[in-house]
């Protein structure tokens, strides 16, 4: 599709292409000094549904959700980690994998809830897509 920004664009920055003949999906990190650490796994083929993806593709792309979890509440820690597939604005498969933290401004409603009080001071971490990179790796394989 030539208009759907996620079959155009990568989405952000690119973190993991799965390593597939065909690959189901692509991990990127999105840029939120909210949420550090806030990333997404994309499915490569254009589908508005899940129920779309072949079984394979749906599994493939759900391992990768779990250890993009796994890798995020590693190099973050954060207090809680959501996870939230919606596609309401992009209507492409991918899924949102969100640190959260109980001083986080929206706490604890959804991200795009409005804002309850001021963001807290986070420190930018320079080698947070590389961290995230290698934690997602180790995820797979495990």
């Not at 920055?13 to 799965?18: G, P, S, V």
């Not at 999906?25 to 999105?30: N, Q, T």
């Not at 939230?84 to 498969?93: D, E, M, W």
Request: glycine share 2%; charged share 25%; with cysteine.
């Amino acid at each position: 599709m030539t208009d759907c920004e996620l079959c155009t664009t990568p989405g952000g920055e690119l973190l993991l292409t799965e390593h597939a003949v065909v690959p189901a999906w692509r991990a990127i990190l999105v840029d939120d000094p909210d949420y550090p650490g806030y990333a997404r796994i994309v499915a490569t083929r254009h589908a508005k549904e899940l129920s779309d993806l072949t079984p394979d593709e749906r599994r493939r792309v759900f391992d990768a959700v779990v250890a993009l979890e796994r890798a995020v509440l590693e190099v973050v820690t954060p207090d809680k980690v959501n996870v939230a597939s919606l596609g309401n604005v992009v209507p492409h498969v991918h899924v949102h994998v969100i640190p959260r933290w109980a001083t986080d401004p929206r706490w604890p409603a959804p991200i795009w809830a409005a804002p309850r009080r001021e963001a807290p001071p986070r420190l930018a971490r320079s080698d947070l897509a590389d961290q995230l990179r290698e934690a997602l790796r180790r995820h797979l394989q495990t």
